[in-house]
C-alpha cells in the first residue's frame, strides 16, 4: 500500500502537556498533527483556539493540520494562518460562500482543505474540487474523540478515491473519526491517503510510540 500518511489528533492528547505530546509523535513517524478547534456551537465541544496553534507551532516542524469545526470560519482562517497552521480545513456545511472561504485560505499561502460529515453528499465538492489540497472525509459525527468507526463511509470514501484519481486531481483525500489498527487497512483499501487518529494514538494503554508502530504495522498487510 502506497505511503499511507498518518496523523495524529491531539483531540485526545494530555492537554496538560500537548508540547511534549506533539513531539512524542513527531517522534514516532506521524506525518502531519490534526488539530481538532471547536467552537461549541457547530459541534457541542469547545477545544483549542489559534494561541494553542501558535504555542505547538515550535514543537514540531511537521504540518500542522488544522480542522476548523467551527461556525464562520471565515473569522477564524486569518487568526490560525498567522499561528502557525500549514493545512486550513474547513466544514462545507458552516461555509454558505465555500469557494470565497477556500480563496481566503489559498491567498495566505495555507493548504486548503474542505471537510465534508458523514451525511453531506460529495457532488456539493463539485465546484471546488478541483482547487482543493484536502479533502476531509468525516467517519464520525464530529465533536467528541474516541467515537466508533461509521463503515458505512467506506463506499464514499471509494467513491471519492475515483472522483480523483480519475480527473487527476491533486487533493489528498484525509480520513477522520473512529480510525484504528483494524479499521486503518480498511479505510486506505478504500482510498484514504491521510489517517487521522486520534483515541487510537493517545490513550493511557500505552505509549505514541507503541501506538503509533501499531497503527503502521497494520498498514503494511497491503
Ligand atoms: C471529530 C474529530 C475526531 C478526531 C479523531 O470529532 O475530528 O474525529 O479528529 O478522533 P478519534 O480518532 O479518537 O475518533
Ligand atoms: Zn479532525
Redesign the pocket.
Known amino acids: 500500500m502506497n505511503e499511507i500518511k498518518i496523523a495524529p489528533?491531539i483531540?485526545?492528547a494530555d492537554f496538560a502537556r500537548l508540547g511534549e505530546q506533539v513531539t512524542e509523535a513527531t517522534q514516532a513517524g506521524a506525518h502531519y498533527i490534526?488539530v481538532?478547534v471547536m467552537d461549541g456551537h457547530f459541534?457541542p465541544n469547545i477545544t483549542i483556539g489559534a494561541g494553542i496553534v501558535k504555542a505547538l507551532r515550535p514543537w514540531t516542524d511537521l504540518p500542522l493540520d488544522v480542522?476548523l469545526?467551527v461556525e464562520e470560519p471565515e473569522r477564524q482562517i486569518p487568526l490560525f494562518a498567522q499561528a502557525g497552521a500549514d493545512i486550513i480545513t474547513i466544514h462545507i456545511e458552516a461555509c454558505p460562500h465555500l469557494h470565497r472561504a477556500v480563496q481566503q485560505i489559498k491567498d495566505l499561502k495555507v493548504k486548503a482543505g474542505v471537510a465534508l460529515n458523514p451525511g453531506t453528499p460529495l457532488n456539493l465538492l463539485d465546484e471546488v474540487l478541483p482547487s482543493l489540497d484536502v479533502v476531509l472525509l468525516?467517519t464520525?459525527n464530529?465533536?467528541?474523540?474516541?467515537?466508533p468507526f461509521l463503515e458505512e463511509m467506506l463506499p464514499k470514501i471509494a467513491r471519492l478515491r475515483k472522483r480523483l484519481d480519475e480527473g487527476g486531481l491533486k487533493a489528498e483525500l484525509e480520513v477522520?473519526?473512529?480510525?484504528d489498527a483494524e479499521r486503518a487497512p480498511r479505510v486506505a483499501r478504500a482510498g484514504g491517503r491521510v489517517l487521522?487518529?486520534?483515541?487510537?494514538i493517545f490513550n493511557s494503554r500505552e505509549s505514541v510510540g507503541e501506538a503509533m508502530a501499531r497503527l503502521r504495522a497494520s498498514l503494511k498487510g497491503g
Open positions: 489528533s483531540l485526545s490534526h481538532d459541534v480542522h469545526m468525516l464520525v464530529p465533536g467528541y474523540g474516541g467515537q477522520d473519526g473512529g480510525i487521522v487518529a486520534g483515541a487510537a
